[in-house]
Nanobody, 120 residues
């Protein structure tokens, strides 16, 4: 069973930066895709960014280049660098780890989430 543990959330002023980390434990293999989702109060969970073991990335269009994701395959750790944060970025950020789509058996794991609050 893979466990994901996020860290790095907190309170930051508008225009500030935060770096989130997510470490996967309990995996004997390189996880195919690791990424970040967020859920604001009253809204659905949405994809923020994702990166595959090969380095391919996918970002939400709304981020306008402010966020960057990276990973350490050897450590099964994924990072999210968030710059120029805005109040609308306030949400609980969840780490996700999943298999390649279509393979069997598949896997899809979630962390417990870390709160990011952008406020002056």
């Amino acid at each position: 069973q893979v466990q994901l543990v996020e860290s790095g959330g907190g309170l930051v002023q508008p225009g500030g930066s935060l770096r989130l980390s997510c470490a996967a434990s309990g995996s004997s293999f390189t996880i195919y895709a690791m990424g970040w989702y967020r859920q604001a109060p009253g809204k659905q969970r949405e994809l923020v960014a994702e990166i595959t073991s090969g380095g391919s990335t996918n970002y939400a269009d709304s981020l306008q280049g402010r966020f960057t994701t990276s990973r350490d395959n050897a450590e099964n750790t994924v990072y999210l660098q968030m710059n120029n944060l805005k109040p609308e970025d306030t949400a609980v950020y969840y780490c996700n780890a999943r298999s390649r789509k279509g393979i069997v058996p598949s896997y899809n794991y979630w962390g417990r989430g870390t709160q990011v609050t952008v406020s002056s």
